[in-house]
């Protein structure tokens, strides 16, 4: 079983039965971007990207630096990817400690990045 961050990506885009185009129309990248991303091709991405592509799918980013997979119990609507992870073994490139800064550093983002949108909001209601 491939455990890479694409071929993760590319699991839960077939769960959700989303086409390779139009994902990459939500993440606002090419298709062939996004089609080397999932083939290997393009291994390494920034984290901003990684946090658009989990908040698409209603995952949380270190499911993809986990080695697993979300077993077959997806519900599709909304795009959310609803069930467990199976055989869950943090990745040993990783440390215990930086995985947990990681996680806090994405949690500081997404907080920023809600922050940046309920500004946005109210700028465009005056």
Avoid: C, W
């Avoid at 994902?23 to 990684?50: H, N, P, R, T, W």
């Avoid at 609803?82 to 983002?109: A, C, H, P, R």
């Amino acid at each position: 079983m491939n455990y890479s961050i694409g071929s993760k990506i590319k699991q839960l885009r077939e769960q959700q039965n989303i086409s390779q185009k139009d994902l990459a129309y939500e993440l606002e990248v090419s298709q062939g971007y996004l089609s080397k991303i999932e083939s290997g091709e393009i291994e390494k991405m920034d984290f901003l990207f990684m946090q658009k592509i989990a908040e698409f799918f209603k995952v949380e980013p270190q499911y993809f630096l986990e080695k697993g997979t979300i077993v077959n119990d997806v519900e599709t609507s909304n795009h959310s990817a609803v069930g467990y992870i199976s055989t869950l073994t943090i990745n040993n490139n990783f440390s215990e400690d930086l995985l947990k800064k990681l996680i806090d550093n994405q949690s500081q983002i997404s907080k920023l990045m809600e922050m940046q949108n309920n500004l946005i909001e109210n700028l465009l209601k005056k």
